[in-house]
């Protein structure tokens, strides 16, 4: 399995411009999520799904919108870049199902620049 | 909403000494409390986690501990090596659902050898 896969690595964006950030998964995870990191500071959520069809709004949700067409992909798409969305985008997902682990598998990251 | 306080921001310890991170979160409806370690560059891995009808749980040389009443957890890393040395992040959620995690600020521990 390669879990938690996301693209780009790295990516530049000038001001007001548009992109996607992709995530997928292959461990048929029900629940996905998408974090942000600035430097200094903990991971902050943005948005989550708890199955295909199904998103919501997370703490800092301003900016960004989410879809979940299958249950492998939950890509994160920046509207309108502003400097302020210059972070480290993470995404994670999680098995529905209960019993001895609970763990959210992080992706490798985004690293996102907006000049 | 769920605040999550952590501290230290920074800690360096000898090698083979203990380390202690300690966090408090506000919402007495959290009941899943785990702990990442990030090595620079690279995604949060969880380290240990542990819900609130336990008090303590231990892996090999890592332990958590909570005290509901009081509302604060903490991570104790024994016998520290080289390779401990990373950002340790604590976080809270209620384990139902998809696991909204609210993050602490994190600690960069710095193992001295």
């Known amino acids: 399995n390669a879990g938690v896969t996301q693209t780009p690595k790295f990516q530049v964006l000038k001001t007001g411009q548009s992109m996607t950030l992709q995530c997928a998964q292959d461990?048929?995870?029900?629940?996905m999520s998408w974090y942000r990191q600035d430097p200094g500071m903990g991971l902050r959520l943005i948005h989550y799904s708890v199955g295909a069809g199904i998103t919501d709004q997370g703490e800092v949700p301003n900016g960004y919108n989410v879809s979940r067409s299958t249950t492998e992909d939950f890509p994160l798409r920046l509207l309108s870049a502003a400097p302020s969305q210059t972070s480290v985008y993470f995404c994670?997902?999680?098995?529905?199902?209960?019993?001895?682990?609970?763990?959210?598998?992080f992706g490798p990251g985004t690293r996102l620049t907006v000049t | 909403g769920e605040n999550v306080e952590q501290h230290p921001s920074t800690l360096s310890v000898q090698e083979g000494d203990s380390a202690v991170i300690k966090c408090t979160y506000s919402?007495?409806?959290?009941?899943?409390f785990p702990w990442y370690k990030q090595e620079l560059g690279k995604r949060p891995q969880l380290i240990i986690d542990?819900?609130?009808?336990?008090g303590e749980k231990k892996d090999q040389r890592i332990a958590v501990t909570l005290n509901k009443t009081a509302k604060h957890f903490s991570l104790h890393i024994t016998e520290t090596q080289p390779e401990d040395s990373a950002v340790y992040f604590c976080?809270?959620?209620?384990?139902?659902?998809?696991?909204?995690?609210?993050f602490g600020q994190g600690t960069r521990l710095t193992i001295n050898p």
């Open positions: 542990i819900r609130s009808n336990v």
């Open positions: 461990m048929n995870h029900e629940y």
């Open positions: 994670a997902s999680k098995t529905r199902t209960s019993g001895t682990s609970y763990e959210q598998y």
């Open positions: 976080a809270a959620s209620v384990i139902q659902g998809a696991q909204k995690l609210v």
């Open positions: 919402d007495s409806a959290s009941n899943y």
